[in-house]
């Protein structure tokens, strides 16, 4: 045990006063905590949303307090659909899996003291919360929240309130907060790249990172390169409500009777292009860390490395690339060229060959592993099974053929439910009970945690899978209610079953709040490293320092995964031991 | 160790249920789809099922492999085996679903093709799609085969011109405008699909087809139905309060009705 | 094994291989573990520049590709910028203007290399001058393609037109800042020269997409 070397600063002097500390801070841990329980706040307000979807869906005719004439009118249930959608995309699966866990643990995953850019960092959550802000206002200008659904297809979001009650001020407040959060996305990912470029710690090689920093950086890249074409579309879409400009309006429209004078033969397919050229990168942007954590906590909890390192570092490259061009699959049906659809179609089905690599994968990192069954691991396995459910029906709706019948029904709503709504989520459920003792010093409660996991694996099945059958009988979404159609009302017992499941998941999900806070205080001490972990995060203390290392940084000498490696004196040998105290040699790559 | 057991059994058992269930829906068609009423319908549920059997196996092999590697193993003190990968293994299960994708959507791509790529035969009867916050209205051309010129500022619901027909344009004089489909039963039928106001859309299940009406342009949908009947049109795409709200008909009709059909309609 | 993670704590010195790996961001010192400016390597900048100036490259790829796209679309509305054929030789002049100061900016990086900071701000501040000639001569093109009965509604090549020349525009003007900024900054501050670089790659891409604007909209907004 030599002493520390006179040039290392043993510990830094935390900054001073309650606002530079917690609230203007720049700290990359301060930042990222902010930025989970902002997730966690806009999480709250999107289940309540779904809830109260769900009750309508089920008892269309339920008379509810508070709302003026007792049932809730279709324009009050767009939106909630559109402010659940948009909540969830935006500020749950944008802002967590990257922005709270990827600021926390990116940097010390790498060795590094904090982000590149540190007052960057405090900015862009800063430009979020405003975003967020700006976005739950829009529930109280006159008319309304925005009723055009996430996606927003002019002309019902680019002709002002002629459209729909909501589509005036209320859709102008969600524009606003999406640019502004496109602003901070942007300025997030350049602080994410370029920190994983440029603050690595000697030795911590490309192959060396932990495949939670590949997945961040991916990540970073693609909202890097997408988020601009979003703004730019934004821009375009104020332009065509405010200033007359015709981008997306077409000529001579009547809307309600009234002449829509002033424009010159606007192209909405031109939005749908521009928003799903951001809006499918989007969707993997929420997925990708996920896959991250889901690999980094299967070869913790299976005690092996990881199987495939290497195949699983590039097919995140693979899906990060793929990902932007195939946007087109979103417009199967749009009108557009029939011919581009067979292109998209091959470019989407090719996107399941790295993902199904994945899942492969991740079965062979279990397969002769010694698994242990604690809360992170549970939810890294139902990561895996929501994955596969919900991307085998990306499958056949990756067939524009197939498109023509399950286009705009539940099946889609199926699909990306599970994947997105369940299985991302599931990657922060799984980071959550994972990181939560490096975060707050102290262990979650396991029991509950176990119970969290069971009725929320049970219940989200519940919820979503009847919706493919909804689905493939004609079912369609963005309803507020199936009163239509006199078919749609076979499949009212089906809704009846999803909204109680839903209103059972979403209960459970108290237990999970309740054991988060008691477990803060309550908790049991972590040590610094409780899982026998590898990675650097793991090698200091629990919570870390300001600098996250005091002072005493680490060097990397073999890969991130190195689990019950022949000859060693333990299970797992972490990254920063140097060889002759680890027992093995150094630097055994991968395979 | 730590209640390893337990758990391992438990999603063991839950994966086996989920997967014996999904299969046993799908299995007693649970709310399938109601028979197509189209030759290119019969050949898009062909690849449909095509579709769910190959996806159907990679679920249930992708699940209960999932489930038998946790239960398998779990912690019971082994130690584990230690191992990097497999390259012959990962090249191999790479080729196998690109292979499987792949081969998927080049036969689904002959389906597309059919519903979206041929020529229209010359006596196909073309009839236009109009759709408007939330009613469908469609025209035929009349006796003249022709559409005649629609203009927007003539458009007036309450004076019975939804469409904004030009009465100074001779070919319009004739058009019918009703606000359900008739067609005849086994006659190649083109549908042209515009919009007034915001993105709309065509959906008929049992045609097994559904496009957009996208404002601004005039998309064409082609199908022959084989079979009698009424079918619902629904609008699939969001446009507004009133969604949920917007469906009209397609009534399959045997040629002797369809004609009655166009006399009534020309006598108004 | 807590022993070791201790131990290990003494292997920092024996760094290697990585790109990450030259340690100046633990042998600063004095860090006030706020700021954490003093850890970055000043390299970290140069690559944030090039990183930010790709979500750049993409918004405008966005508008130029949308341009493209609305100019094909099916109702055939786009009309040429016919009408302002006054605007384009003014155009040129600001091209110029741009690209010269692109040149004033490599000269007075390399004055500042060479010490000589007088000589640095002389042409720091040219620059900061052909930047602002940049931008009032696109008001003129403004002004100009006003007169000519083209507003922002009138057409969406004259749509675009305002779009891309007002992006751009912005992105101009934040450059104009900065290089005011850095203008006043005393010579002695070692992150100076960092800015300079940071502040120079950003003029040349803006001088760089400014070029490819122009090239578009001439050809692609004339005809
Ligand atoms: C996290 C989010 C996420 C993810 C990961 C995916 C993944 C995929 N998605 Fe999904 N998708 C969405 C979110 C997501 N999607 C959303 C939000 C929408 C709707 C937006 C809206 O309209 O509001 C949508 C809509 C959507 C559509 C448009 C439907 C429509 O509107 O008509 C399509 C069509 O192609 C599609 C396809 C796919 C495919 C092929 C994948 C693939 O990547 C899936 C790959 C995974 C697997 C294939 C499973 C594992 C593989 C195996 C076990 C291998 C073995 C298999 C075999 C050999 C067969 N998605
Ligand atoms: C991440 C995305 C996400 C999530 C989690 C959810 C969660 C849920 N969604 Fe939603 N949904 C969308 C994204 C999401 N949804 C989108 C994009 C749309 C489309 C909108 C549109 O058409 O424009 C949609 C639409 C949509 C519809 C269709 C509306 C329609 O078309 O008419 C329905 C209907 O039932 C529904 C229901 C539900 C239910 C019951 C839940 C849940 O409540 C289920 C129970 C909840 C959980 C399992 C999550 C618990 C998670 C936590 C507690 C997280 C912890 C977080 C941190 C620690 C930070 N959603
Ligand atoms: Cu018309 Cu929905
Ligand atoms: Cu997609």
């Known amino acids: ?41 806009a999480v709250t307000i999107g289940i309540v949303l779904s809830l109260l979807m769900r009750v309508h869906l089920a008892w269309p005719q339920a008379h509810w307090p508070l709302v003026t004439g007792g049932t809730l009118r279709p324009e009050q249930y767009l939106a909630l659909m559109t402010m659940h959608g948009t909540i969830m995309v935006f500020f749950v699966l944008t802002t967590a899996p990257l922005g709270a866990f990827g600021n926390y643990f990116l940097p010390i995953q790498i060795g590094a003291p904090d982000m590149a850019f540190p007052r960057i960092n405090m900015l862009s959550f800063w ?135 002033g424009y010159s033969g606007g192209w909405p397919l031109l939005w749908e292009h521009l928003f799903w050229f951001f809006g499918h990168p989007e969707v993997y942007i929420a997925i990708l860390p996920g896959m991250g954590v889901t690999s980094h906590v299967i070869s913790n909890f299976s005690r092996k490395p ?203 999900q108290l237990i999970f709040f309740y054991n988060f806070v008691s477990s803060l205080t309550r908790g049991e001490k972590a040590a610094e490293n409780p899982w026998r972990a590898t990675t650097l995060e793991w090698s200091t203390a629990s919570p870390p320092p300001v600098d996250n290392f005091a002072g005493a940084f680490p060097t990397v000498y073999r890969g991130p995964y190195e689990y019950s490696v022949p000859g060693a004196p333990q299970d797992f040998t972490p990254q920063h031991l140097p060889p002759e105290l680890a027992g093995v040699s150094e630097g055994a790559t991968h395979a | 160790m730590r209640g390893s057991a337990a758990s391992a059994l438990l999603l063991f058992i839950a994966l086996t249920i989920l997967v014996g269930l999904t299969i046993f829906l799908f299995a007693t068609g649970f709310f399938a789809a109601p028979p197509p ?74 389906s597309w093709a059919q519903s979206r790529i041929t020529k229209v035969p010359t006596d196909a009867i073309r009839v236009e799609v109009t759709e408007q916050q939330f009613v469908y209205n469609f025209r035929y051309p009349g006796p003249d085969g022709k559409f005649g010129r629609i203009d927007p500022e003539l458009i007036s619901a309450p004076t019975g011109n939804p469409l904004g027909i030009d009465p100074n344009d001779p070919a319009g004089l004739d058009d019918i405008v009703v606000s359900t489909l008739t067609v005849p039963v086994n006659h190649p039928i083109e549908l042209l699909i515009r919009s007034q106001d915001v993105v709309h859309n065509f959906f008929v299940r049992e045609l097994r087809l559904q496009q957009d009406a996208v404002p601004g342009m005039t998309v064409p949908l082609q199908f022959t139905p084989d079979r009698l009947g009424r079918y619902y049109i629904v609008c699939t795409q969001l446009c507004g309060m009133g969604h949920n709200q917007m469906h009209s008909f397609l009534d399959v009709v045997s040629d002797a009705d369809y004609r009655e059909f166009l006399t009534r309609a020309e006598a108004r | 094994m807590h022993e070791s993670e201790v131990a290990d704590r003494t292997g920092l010195t024996l760094g290697e291989n ?55 679309s099916p109702s055939g509305d786009w009309q040429p910028l016919r009408g302002a054929s006054t605007v384009w030789p003014i155009l040129a002049l600001n091209t110029m203007v741009l690209l010269a100061s692109s040149f004033t900016l490599s000269h007075s990086r390399l004055r500042a290399r060479s010490g000589d900071d007088a000589g640095f701000r002389r042409w720091w501040i040219v620059t900061s001058a052909l930047g602002a000639i940049f931008l009032a001569g696109q008001l003129f093109a403004w002004r100009q393609i006003v007169g000519a009965g083209l507003y922002l509604a009138t057409n969406p090549s004259s749509s675009f037109f305002y779009l891309l020349t007002a992006a751009h525009g912005a992105h101009v003007a934040a450059g104009i800042v900065a290089l005011l900024v850095i203008a006043c900054r005393p010579a002695r501050r070692m992150a100076r020269r960092t800015a300079i670089e940071v502040t120079s790659v950003y003029w040349h891409a803006m001088g760089a997409i400014w070029i490819f604007l122009f090239l578009f909209l001439f050809f692609g907004g004339r005809s």
């Open chain 1, 1 to 41: 045990m030599n002493p520390l070397p006179d040039h290392v600063h043993p510990a830094v002097a935390s900054p001073s006063g309650f606002f530079r500390r917690y609230v203007f801070s720049t700290d990359h841990k301060v930042i990222g905590l902010q930025y989970y329980f902002l997730a966690l706040a």
């Open chain 1, 127 to 261: 430009f979020t919360l405003a975003a967020f802000l700006c976005m739950l206002a829009a529930f109280a200008v006159p008319g309304g929240a925005p009723i055009s659904g996430w996606t927003a297809y002019p002309p019902l979001s680019g002709l002002g309130s002629v459209t729909g009650p909501g589509e005036g001020m209320g859709q102008t407040m969600w524009i606003v907060s999406i640019g502004i959060f496109c602003i901070a996305s942007l300025l997030a990912s350049i602080n994410f790249i370029t920190t994983t470029i440029e603050m690595r710690a000697p030795g911590m090689n490309l192959t060396r990172m932990p495949l939670t920093v590949w997945a961040w950086f991916v990540t970073a890249v693609m909202s890097l390169l997408s988020f601009g074409a979003l703004l730019a579309a934004l821009i375009m879409l104020v332009l065509d409500r405010s200033a007359g400009t015709s981008f997306f309006t077409p000529a001579g429209l009547v809307v309600n009777g009234e002449l829509q004078s």
């Open chain 1, 306 to 508: 990881v199987f495939g390192y290497r195949a699983m570092a590039a097919t995140l490259c693979a899906i990060g690339i793929l990902g932007f061009l195939l946007w087109g699959h979103h417009m199967f049906v749009s009108g557009m060229n029939p011919y581009s659809s067979l292109a998209f179609s091959a470019l989407t089905l090719s996107i399941g060959v790295p993902s199904a690599v994945k899942t492969f994968n991740w079965l062979g990192t279990m397969w002769g592993g010694k698994i242990q069954f604690d809360t992170p691991m549970l939810f890294s396995i139902g990561f895996v099974s929501f994955f596969v459910t919900g991307g085998l029906s990306g499958i056949f709706l990756a067939q524009p053929a197939l498109d023509n019948l399950l286009h705009a029904t539940y099946y889609v709503v199926a699909h990306f439910h599970l994947v997105m709504g369940v299985a991302a989520i599931f990657g922060i459920f799984s980071a959550t009970y994972y990181w939560f003792p490096k975060m707050f010093g102290r262990m979650m409660d396991e029991t509950l945690g176990k119970l969290h996991f069971w009725l929320t694996f049970v219940g989200a099945y519940c919820i979503f899978m009847p919706m493919h059958f909804m689905g493939i009988y004609g079912g369609i979404r963005r309803y507020a209610d199936w009163t239509g159609a006199t078919y749609l009302a076979a499949l009212q017992p089906l809704h009846l079953f999803a909204t109680i499941a839903a209103l059972v998941t979403a209960a459970a």
């Open chain 2, 37 to 110: 009423i189209t030759p290119v319908g019969v050949r898009i549920d062909h690849q449909y099922n095509l579709t769910l059997y190959a996806t159907g196996m990679a679920f249930v092999l992708a699940q209960l492999g999932l489930g038998w590697a946790v239960f398998r193993y779990r912690d019971r003190g082994q130690p584990a085996r230690f191992t990097r990968g497999n390259a012959v293994l990962e090249i191999a299960w790479t080729i196998v679903t690109a292979v499987v994708f792949l081969g998927l959507g080049g036969l689904a791509a002959r």
């Open chain 3, 18 to 72: 990585g790109r990450g790996g030259r340690g100046g961001w633990f042998s600063g010192g004095g860090r006030d573990g706020n700021a954490g400016r003093s850890r970055t390597p000043e390299r970290a900048y140069i690559t944030g520049i090039v990183i930010a100036l790709g979500a750049v490259a993409m918004f405008f790829a966005a508008l130029v590709s949308a341009a493209v796209v609305r100019r094909g």
